[in-house]
């Protein structure tokens, strides 16, 4: 759960950086994650380039936009063969939101962060996923 935006991921780059943040989530599942803002299950933000292989987003909500994934900021999201079930936003779009600087398009670049079959979820127990400003399980601010 996020207070801002990404309830399980947040990904951003700085501009003044010759280099963007890049990750790639292969075979990963995104459950019932929660954003106060954007991207419920992630937010992709200032030119980070985000690439999702074979992924599952279900039961993800944000109360802007993106109820999964937001994408902003001349950022870019690359989806591939990625399933998305019920996810909702209480405004805005409910599986992907994307300003009109950023793009979300179907090819894959290579990335040097790479995370395999991971489980992204917020089940409300004792060990719950959290963040005060941004990515409630994992965060790629720039370096």
Aim: glycine letters at 12%; charged letters at 25%.
């Amino acid at each position: 759960r996020s207070e801002r935006h990404g309830g399980g991921f947040y990904a951003a780059s700085r501009a003044s950086q010759l280099e963007n943040t890049r990750a790639t989530f292969l075979r990963c599942e995104f459950l019932g994650n929660t954003a106060a803002k954007l991207g419920g299950a992630g937010a992709n933000d200032d030119a980070s380039i985000i690439t999702m292989d074979q992924c599952r987003f279900e039961g993800n909500r944000a109360g802007l936009g993106g109820g999964a994934l937001a994408n902003q900021r001349r950022a870019e999201l690359l989806l591939k063969s990625c399933v998305f079930r019920q996810n909702a936003s209480d405004r805005g779009e409910p599986d992907v939101a994307a300003d009109e600087t950023a793009r979300v398009r179907r090819e894959q670049p290579s990335s040097p962060r790479r995370l395999h079959q991971v489980v992204f979820s917020d089940r409300r127990g004792g060990g719950r996923n959290a963040a005060q400003r941004a990515g409630g399980c994992l965060a790629f601010p720039w370096s």
